[in-house]
């Protein structure tokens, strides 16, 4: 798991979410290698119940108090394409998180 931090000002309500390196309409962003990719989702739990889908992205929402505050995501390989086998590797990605408030 990743965490991502906030700091919000006291009585703020704010929502972090995953803005932008999803396939739409798909939930996972790809993760490539040369001409290989894998799909990578992500949970907001380590039981992998709670998806976190490309139709908004949300994490997570609170209210502000002037401290840090954390939330945690979950990452889960979730395999690949018929016609593009997985190889071993370093894979990489980009993927941008949003604080609306």
Partial sequence: PFQVSVKCTNGINYSVSIAT???IPHNYVRLIQGSSWVRLTFFRDSAYTQQITSSGGVIGSNTGN???QTFTVYPRLAGCDSWDPCYAGNYSG???F???Y
């Fill in 21 to 23: 390196g999803w396939v």
């Fill in 94 to 96: 980009t993927f941008i």
């Fill in 98 to 100: 949003r604080i609306t």
């Fill in 66 to 68: 002037g401290n840090t």
